[in-house]
């Protein structure tokens, strides 16, 4: 059964079905994006998140908390995925994936491209942020001094 949201290529080779996939997981989130991704660049997660970013930036003015916690949230994932951090739970990080997931999916539950499109994402990585508030605060301070 074929995902919804992806581009599908089927090739007949004769013998066998070739299946080709054109990922986006600025549009699909972390499931396009697979393990061999992530060991092959550690940092795809944060700069697939700076590429949304970029692409579709956050209102300031709208969601103040919102720009510096997916600040921080950019900063961790690049210092995690350069093995500079490493301190940060599994249990977090997990939680901060989910976030960032939940963020580049374009089909959440409010459209990104809405005027309040942000809202329910600055909701979710809130929570991230307040269930794991030590953490985050140990990093922030671990990344303000180095």
Not at 40 to 55: C, F, R, S, W, Y
Not at 69 to 74: D, G, I, L, S, T
Request: with cysteine; aromatic share 8%.
């Amino acid at each position: 059964m074929f995902e919804s949201g992806r581009d599908m290529l089927a090739l007949n080779t004769g013998t066998r079905m070739t299946t080709h996939i054109k990922r986006a997981p600025v549009r699909n989130g972390l499931r396009d994006i697979t393990v061999g991704d992530l060991w092959t660049d550690p940092l795809i997660v944060a700069e697939t998140l700076q590429t949304k970013l970029n692409g579709l930036p956050i209102d300031q003015k709208k969601f103040p908390q919102f720009v510096e916690q997916m600040r921080m949230a950019v900063e961790l994932l690049r210092c995690t995925g350069s093995k500079r951090y490493s301190r940060f739970s599994l249990l977090a990080l997990v939680d901060l994936l989910q976030a960032v997931h939940y963020f580049l999916a374009l089909e959440d539950h409010t459209p990104d491209g809405r005027d309040d499109g942000y809202k329910d994402d600055a909701e979710v990585l809130r929570q991230v942020f307040a269930r794991h508030e030590a953490e985050i605060k140990e990093f922030e301070e671990w990344f303000k001094s180095s």
